[in-house]
């Protein structure tokens, strides 16, 4: 049984900062990485920032330089600092991970577990 929980969403103004907070559980799995998706309204959910077991890091363009994920892997648990808030970034904002079997079976994969999403709204 695996399971997803975000929390940290809310209603800020540009230029605030918020950070979301992703805790995974799971039993016996390996955890071949986690990320964040978002989901703006009438668009495509896209990833926007990923992060790997050696805490390599994947930005998108449009968060590069004010987002920065970080995680513990002790309680498999992944954060997003966002700072510079822009009205832009109002989505919903989707943890990941992917988890397989052991993790020797993480090469070539991708994510395949999601949590339910929170809101981040930035508006003035």
């Known amino acids: 049984q695996v399971q997803l929980v975000e929390s940290g969403g809310g209603s800020v103004q540009p230029g605030q900062s918020l950070k979301l907070s992703c805790v995974a559980s799971?039993?016996?799995?390996?955890?071949?990485?986690m990320g964040w998706y978002r989901q703006a309204p009438g668009k495509k959910r896209v990833l926007i920032s990923s992060i790997g077991r050696d805490h390599s890091t994947f930005y998108s363009d449009s968060v590069k330089g004010r987002f920065t994920i970080s995680q513990d892997l002790a309680t498999n648990t992944i954060y997003l600092q966002m700072n510079s808030l822009k009205t832009d970034d109002t989505a919903v904002y989707y943890c990941?991970?992917?988890?397989?079997?052991?993790?020797?079976?993480?090469?070539?994969?991708?994510?395949?577990?999601w949590g339910q999403g929170t809101q981040v709204t930035v508006s003035s």
């Open positions: 990941a991970a992917n988890l397989r079997e052991s993790a020797r079976l993480c090469r070539g994969t991708t994510f395949n577990y």
């Open positions: 799971y039993r016996t799995f390996g955890n071949c990485g």
